[in-house]
């Protein structure tokens, strides 16, 4: 439905989906920005995040002929969100039908609400709230993968949400600064996107350094939302060597061949209390 390039307007979050599928799909081996996790796979582009996210949309970004659905945005987790019926339909639909009955796999970022502002559910409070994965109806049915986020070094993020519907963890980056975010895809130029010559986060987002003079780039895409789209990119890598996987089969071996990291972390403390 419509034309799914983002209407910029000097707004760096209608960069988001960009970026995203940078982390999948971004050619490599050509001496330019970043290379994706599945550098040769043929990508389509859903305006959803800038679009009036009607319930039409919200069903047609779920539909088609394709083979994985990566899904980078989410609700505000300090009030339960359920999920639209027709999009359950529709997922429901697309795990039976889709890849000739073997079913299309659903990505889904978990959310970056370790911590939150309740100003976020539109209350006037300025009070923290602890935010869980499950409050997302939409991460909370199995026919999604629940991706959560980990660092650089392979621990937990300071914003990843917990939750008991979490399938696996992704590299998601913390924020670019003084720790590694993931660098990928921006828009043109440096008058919109994430890296621009007003972004002070490092000279590498505001265009100062030779390896990104054109701010084309960003070393600041983080979150869930980047936790997702590697998913999906390590995803697509088992379909194209074992194609004729269920998406159950593909949810099985996720999970039966990750790899625990910080294994000894041990109990947290939340900054909640």
């Not at 194609?243 to 000894?264: C, E, Q, S």
Request: glycine share 12%; net charge neutral.
């Amino acid at each position: 439905i419509g034309d799914p390039t983002p209407s910029f307007t000097n707004n760096p979050s209608n960069a988001h989906g960009t970026a995203v599928a940078g982390i999948i799909g971004a050619t490599g081996w050509n001496g330019k920005g970043s290379r994706g996790v599945t550098p040769e796979s043929s990508l389509a582009g859903f305006l959803f995040i800038g679009s009036p996210q009607s319930t039409a949309i919200l069903v047609d970004q779920a539909a088609g002929d394709f083979d994985i659905f990566n899904y980078s945005y989410g609700y505000p987790q300090c009030a339960y969100t359920p999920i639209n019926p027709s999009l359950e339909t529709q997922l429901r639909l697309g795990t039976t039908t889709l890849r000739s009955g073997k079913g299309a796999l659903y990505v889904k970022a978990a959310g970056n609400n370790y911590i939150g502002d309740l100003s976020e559910c539109d209350r006037p409070d300025s009070l923290n709230y602890l935010g869980n994965s499950n409050m997302d109806g939409e991460n909370a049915i199995y026919q999604t993968v629940a991706v959560a986020a980990l660092t650089a070094t392979g621990q937990s993020t300071s914003y990843s949400s917990p939750g008991s519907n979490l399938w696996i963890s992704a590299p998601g980056g913390q924020f670019g600064t003084t720790s590694p975010a993931i660098i990928s895809t921006d828009a043109m130029g440096c008058s919109e996107g994430r890296s621009r010559t007003t972004n002070t986060a490092n000279t590498f987002e505001s265009g100062n350094s030779s390896l990104n003079s054109n701010c084309n780039y960003t070393s600041t895409m983080n979150g869930t939302s980047s936790a997702a789209p590697n998913t999906s990119g390590a995803i697509a890598l088992i379909l194209q060597t074992r194609p004729l996987l269920t998406w159950r089969d593909v949810k099985y071996i996720l999970a039966k061949t990750a790899k625990k990291v910080d294994a000894n972390a041990g109990n947290t403390s939340h900054p909640g209390g």
